[in-house]
């Protein structure tokens, strides 16, 4: 069973206090004198640079060490460590190019296309382990968003993440990889293993991922029907207060959920209150909050036996 040796939680201490890094192994220039090295070593040849693109901006250069926690990229002698919670997207210099077209396949809902596009790089040929770590985390990646679509087995995603996450627990990739872990384990009725997955990011030093593994986990204990402990989650997610943009996105996810297990609970009209609200101030190009928000507008509908508004809710989905 792919789920026969789940990661306790002193392994995953360990692996956010600071295991080995992956480092990349740097070039060696020949000798072509002392001024053309130097000027070799601070401008990195044009279109070879690694970008790490984050919400507030860009940094190039060259990406030497990962972690779960950070990317720490080099450009000359400047060295900066950048925190997975700021980061948006990484490419990297030198990668092939069904690389890049497969992460644009994938974030836009193009799964299949992803994976059809990664198989047809030849891992042989890959030298940089970062890259070829990227290549695995998408092929896992774009197979478990097809499982909980329902166009593939769960269990043949599940034990593809599951050997991903147990095999780069110093990626970049980790917490994302381990938050899609747990959604598998949620659709196999896995509910505590699901838990602990998500306790992973609880564990990290940003409010936003605290946020959203309470989140996740209220999810969970709603797909139990536990719905005063997932309320519990919600609204520990609700105390924390975070301004970044995830954090803001995170705070109408708790709502949600929490609308969602109020009606649950009997509180139909205030669920309803709360789901017009996120809808209000929902950004209208999230389509997927706002997919969740029109679905939980029809969950409280239906509670209330409103059988046509919760129909036209769900046709906003």
């Known amino acids: 069973p792919w789920m026969a040796r789940p990661a306790s939680s002193m392994g995953v201490e360990n692996q956010l206090r600071g295991l080995p890094r992956i480092s990349r192994t740097q070039d060696v220039l020949p000798f072509v004198g002392s001024f053309a090295i130097l000027i070799l070593l601070a401008v990195p040849a044009a279109g070879q640079n690694d970008r790490i693109r984050m919400w507030s901006g860009t940094e190039t250069g060259e990406i030497t060490k990962s972690s779960p926690l950070e990317l720490t990229i080099q450009r000359g002698s400047t060295t900066k460590a950048i925190p997975v919670s700021e980061i948006r997207s990484v490419s990297f210099g030198g990668e092939p190019s069904e690389l890049n077209q497969a992460r644009i396949n994938a974030d836009n809902g193009g799964y299949k296309l992803a994976l059809a ?18 290549i ?3 092929k896992a990646y774009a197979s478990a968003k097809l499982a909980l679509l329902g166009d593939k087995p769960i269990a043949d995603a599940g034990r593809e993440m599951f050997a991903f996450v147990n095999s780069a627990k110093q990626s970049f990739h980790f917490l994302q990889a381990t938050e899609l ?8 009725g896995k509910y505590s293993d699901a838990q602990r997955q998500y306790d992973v990011l609880a564990k990290t030093p940003w409010p936003s991922y605290k946020m959203r593994a309470a989140v996740m986990t209220g999810r969970a204990l709603q797909a139990e029907k536990k719905h005063p402990e997932a309320l519990q989650q919600f609204n520990a997610a609700l105390s924390l207060k975070d301004d970044s943009e995830e954090g803001k996105r995170q705070t109408l996810a708790a709502q949600l959920g929490k609308a969602v297990s109020l009606a649950a609970t009997g509180k139909v009209a205030e669920g309803v209150k709360v789901v017009e609200q996120v809808l209000a101030q929902a950004n209208p190009e999230d389509k997927e909050l706002n997919a969740r928000a ?16 919760a129909l036209f809710a769900y046709l906003h989905t």
Do not use: H, M, S
């Open 117 to 134: 596009t990664l198989e047809k790089i030849d891992l042989k040929t890959i030298k940089n382990d970062l890259i070829r770590e990227d």
């Open 136 to 138: 695995e985390f998408y």
């Open 181 to 188: 872990l747990g959604d598998l384990l949620v659709a196999t």
């Open 294 to 309: 029109y679905n939980a507008l029809g969950n409280c509908y239906e509670q209330a036996g409103q059988t046509k508004p």
